[in-house]
C-alpha cells in the first residue's frame, strides 16, 4: 500500500528533478518542527495534570481513577492532533468551542460522571485545544507560562480542597 502510494507520488511528480521531489515531500519541514515540539509539550502538561495532579488528589486505589487517567491522556492527544492538524481550515475558535458542545453533550447521554472528573475533562481539552491553535499566535515560552499557570491553579485548588477535608 504504501509502496502504491510512493509509486503514484513518483508518477505525478515524474517531470520534476530528485531534489524537487524531496524538497516537496520535506516541504512543511517547520510545521513538522513546530508540531513536536507543542505535541510533546502537550503531552507533557497533559500527563503531569493527570499523574501529578488528578491521581495524587484522589483515591488512587479506585480502578475507575485509573480509567479517567487514560481517558484523559488519550482525549488530550486527539484533540490536540484534531485541531493541530486542522487549524489551517479556518474551524479555529469555532471548532474548540464545538469540541467543548460535543464533549458536554456526552456528558449527559453517559453515565453519571462526577462534576470533578469532567472538570478535569474539560480542562485537558482546553489545554489541548489552546496549545494546537496558537501554534502561529503564541511563542513556547507564552505557551509554557499559560500551561504552567493551569498546573499551578490546579495543584493549589486540589491541595486546598485535600487540606480542608482533612482537618
Do not use: H, P, W
Not at 500527563?47 to 488528578?54: A, Q, V, W
Not at 467543548?100 to 485545544?129: D, W
Not at 505557551?143 to 485548588?157: D, F, P, R
Amino acid at each position: 500500500m504504501i509502496r502504491n502510494s510512493f509509486n503514484f507520488f513518483l508518477n505525478c511528480t515524474s517531470n520534476l528533478n530528485y531534489d524537487q521531489k524531496v524538497e516537496l515531500i520535506f516541504a512543511n519541514n517547520q510545521d513538522l518542527t513546530d508540531l513536536i515540539i507543542i505535541l510533546l509539550l502537550n503531552i507533557f502538561v497533559v500527563f503531569f495534570i493527570s499523574k501529578f495532579i488528578y491521581l495524587k488528589f484522589n483515591n488512587k486505589s479506585k480502578k475507575s481513577l485509573n480509567e479517567f487517567f487514560f481517558t484523559y491522556n488519550s482525549a488530550g492527544l486527539i484533540t490536540f492532533l484534531l485541531c493541530f492538524l486542522l487549524s489551517n481550515v479556518k474551524l479555529d475558535l469555532g471548532f474548540a468551542l464545538g469540541l467543548f458542545a460535543i464533549f458536554a453533550i456526552l456528558r449527559f447521554r453517559t453515565e453519571t460522571i462526577k462534576v470533578k472528573e469532567m472538570t478535569y475533562f474539560f480542562v485537558i481539552i482546553g489545554v489541548s485545544a489552546i496549545n494546537a491553535l496558537s501554534n502561529d499566535n503564541a511563542s513556547i515560552v507564552e505557551l509554557a507560562v499559560a500551561n504552567g499557570s493551569i498546573i499551578l491553579l490546579l495543584y493549589i485548588l486540589e491541595y486546598t480542597i485535600s487540606r480542608s477535608s482533612t482537618e
